[in-house]
């Protein structure tokens, strides 16, 4: 008997039924009995003849492919078919070379498929841990630059909390009281929170609206009085027995930044010994950003009181501001900055830009406050590439390099003596047809092998080192128009590139060694690979996410963390997960000891 029938409702002839009559009859003609005892049917699509399957998954994208293989006896014994695996591994990136001759193709393509993520929507396991107790929101989070799987914030009550993002947990390291720094947390609230260099966490605490401060005289007439202090406070490195919370004696430094009534701190990095804070002008006789960057001298216990900015610099809002990418101004959100190259280096972020659009060098800064010296011009991070091949060139904003290959002891046959090499892989962002695109770039350097120090060199002028070429486009890559822009983190070891714009998020997955070594025609899929241009297309891979993404971080090369407006965010794409999904409840979010 066709079971597909059996319960079919008949229809009157020449009478029109509604879908609800259509479904009471079904429900009328079917017995208790037969709904317990029907045997389970089979899906109408595993019917077709086996031709036909072979057609659905030929016609699959590989993504869809790889989804089926995994989830259906029947696909999955169709999807063993040679020529069927040579078509759609051919559309993953990887070497191409061989794979004619290769056994166990199957395994294979699943070793690519989960090396480059595929499906990462579907089989990566999601774990949402939800706001803990008295923290509101995390838009003031930020992440270690030297240990990525460390991230801090503030909660409600003030205190700083330090956690530690591990691959199937979340602890919180210590807490920071704003009593440790002589501060009533009634009368102040944590603006900024930033990492150094070296492990340290500087916090900037402002009074709130109407804490009477300390009226600082300025000296100058026409500048006005200043209306209150921003007070810098920089924890020092001591832990406690337990390792669970700083020493007693945790403030290393306290100082107050001088601030006119119409200026508000927007930005703030700290580096070994210097300090860069951003601030706005509100204004309208001087509408402009301010960038002062104050040497501080980092000593234990130094005294209290407030200094003056060894630099200056002004921008005004017009240039922080893209047009064409429709980016806030700096009064509607932070213009950021951070220190590189062993705090030699600055680099000045736009709003809502994840590339550095200017920097400048302060390994020039004095060590004695008020000593005279030059004061280096702020540098436009920009270089030309030539994209279409066609002698037209664009200007790319090139952030710091993710990976670096060095090769030394080359022989060359115009050359007396060994030579090293080292290239290197950047994102850069240009403009085309008025919109951004995100390519990988690529570039070269060479010096004799005598002369190279061999360890990674300074970062300061590599755009200027030689020319760039872009070997890959970023697809799908998008400038947020919040003023929350676009947010980015790329994993330790380069493979993995995620970008998060308001609460969409996107992964590129790539091999980094092997766009160093060239021949990219041999790894992206043919569909991919443009021969005019020699560039190639990484597709993006969408996660689901729950909330707006203010902070992402890779802890490794398949675990991303996102900080949101609903909690912490954590994606394990490895080859264990199947999709899970949990949401994990941090109400007593105590560190033992505290």
């Known amino acids: 008997m066709d079971l597909s029938n059996s319960y079919r409702p008949q229809r009157p002839a020449g009478k029109a039924i509604s879908i609800e009559e259509a479904w009471s009859q079904q429900q009328d003609s079917r017995s208790p009995m037969d709904a317990k005892e029907s045997p389970l049917e089979v899906p109408r699509l595993l019917?077709?003849?086996?031709?036909?399957?072979?057609?659905?998954?030929?016609?699959?994208?590989?993504?869809?492919?790889?989804?089926?293989?995994?989830?259906?006896?029947?696909?999955?014994?169709?999807?063993?078919?040679?020529?069927?695996?040579?078509?759609?591994?051919?559309?993953?990136?990887?070497?191409?070379?061989?794979?004619?001759?290769?056994?166990?193709?199957?395994?294979?393509?699943?070793?690519?498929?989960?090396?480059?993520?595929?499906?990462?929507?579907?089989?990566a396991e999601m774990t949402l841990h939800t706001v803990f107790h008295h923290v509101p929101s995390l838009a003031k989070a930020v992440v270690s630059p030297i240990a990525r799987d460390r991230l801090a914030t503030v909660d409600g009550a003030g205190n700083i909390l330090v956690l530690k993002l591990r691959k199937q947990s979340i602890e919180l390291e210590f807490k920071l009281w704003p009593s440790d720094c002589d501060l009533n947390v009634k009368d102040y609230d944590v603006v900024r929170i930033a990492f150094t260099n070296d492990g340290r966490i500087a916090a900037l605490y402002r009074p709130q609206p109407g804490v009477l401060t300390k009226n600082f005289k300025s000296?100058?007439?026409?500048?006005?009085?200043?209306?209150?202090?921003?007070?810098?406070?920089?924890?020092?490195?001591?832990?406690?027995e337990d390792r669970v919370r700083y020493a007693p004696d945790v403030v290393q430094l306290r100082r107050d930044f001088l601030c006119y009534k119409s200026e508000d701190p927007i930005g703030f990095s700290m580096a070994g010994h210097f300090v860069s804070c951003i601030a706005r002008s509100n204004s309208f006789s001087r509408r402009r950003t301010v960038m002062r960057v104050y040497h501080i001298g980092l000593k234990p216990r130094t005294t209290h009181g407030p200094f003056s900015?060894?630099?200056?610099?002004?921008?005004?809002l017009e240039s922080v501001g893209t047009a064409a990418t429709k980016t806030p101004r700096a009064s509607q959100c932070g213009v950021e900055s951070s220190f590189v190259d062993n705090d030699k280096t600055l680099n000045i972020f736009a709003p809502g830009e994840p590339?550095?659009?200017?920097?400048t060098s302060v390994r020039d800064l004095p060590a004695e406050p008020g000593r005279s010296t030059s004061i280096p011009p702020i540098e436009n991070n920009k270089i030309e590439v030539d994209i279409e091949k066609n002698g037209n060139t664009y200007e790319f904003n090139v952030g710091m390099p993710f990976h670096r290959c060095h090769v030394s002891s080359l022989t060359e046959p115009d050359e007396p003596e060994p030579l090293c090499r080292e290239s290197y892989l950047a994102i850069g962002v240009c403009i085309v047809d008025a919109k951004p695109r995100a390519f990988i770039v690529r570039s070269e350097d060479t010096v004799f092998a005598r002369l190279c120090d061999h360890p990674r060199r300074s970062f300061a002028r590599f755009p200027q080192w030689s020319e760039w070429q872009a070997v890959a486009l970023l697809a799908g890559w998008r400038q947020g128009s919040s003023?929350?822009?676009?947010?980015?983190?790329?994993?330790?070891?380069?493979s993995k590139i995620a970008a998060a714009t308001w609460s969409q998020v996107l992964i590129w997955s790539l091999d980094p060694a092997m766009l160093q070594q060239g021949e990219w025609e041999l790894?992206?899929?043919?569909?991919?690979?443009?021969?005019r241009t020699k560039i190639g297309r990484i597709r993006p891979i969408p996660l689901r996410c729950p909330g707006v993404v203010y902070k992402l971080t890779w802890i490794d090369e398949f675990t991303l963390y996102a900080a949101t407006d609903h909690g912490l965010v954590r994606w394990n794409m490895d080859s264990r997960s199947y999709g899970q999904r949990q949401i994990i409840v941090l109400k007593d979010f105590e560190a033992p000891g505290t």
Not at 68 to 84: A, D, E
Not at 309 to 316: G, L, N
Not at 483 to 494: L, N, P
Request: one cysteine or more; hydrophobic letters at 40%; aromatic letters at 14%.
């Open 47 to 123: 019917k077709m003849p086996g031709e036909m399957l072979h057609l659905i998954c030929h016609h699959m994208d590989v993504d869809s492919f790889f989804v089926v293989l995994q989830t259906c006896k029947s696909f999955f014994t169709i999807g063993q078919y040679r020529p069927l695996l040579l078509r759609q591994i051919g559309r993953i990136p990887g070497l191409r070379l061989g794979l004619e001759d290769l056994d166990g193709l199957l395994d294979e393509f699943l070793s690519r498929a989960r090396k480059n993520c595929l499906a990462a929507g579907i089989f």
């Open 483 to 494: 003023s929350i822009g676009t947010v980015m983190s790329i994993s330790t070891g380069g």
């Open 523 to 531: 790894y992206f899929p043919r569909r991919d690979y443009n021969e």
């Open 219 to 240: 000296g100058n007439d026409d500048a006005g009085a200043y209306d209150f202090a921003v007070t810098l406070v920089v924890f020092d490195l001591c832990f406690n």
């Open 355 to 359: 590339i550095h659009r200017w920097w």
């Open 309 to 316: 900015p060894e630099r200056t610099y002004r921008f005004p």
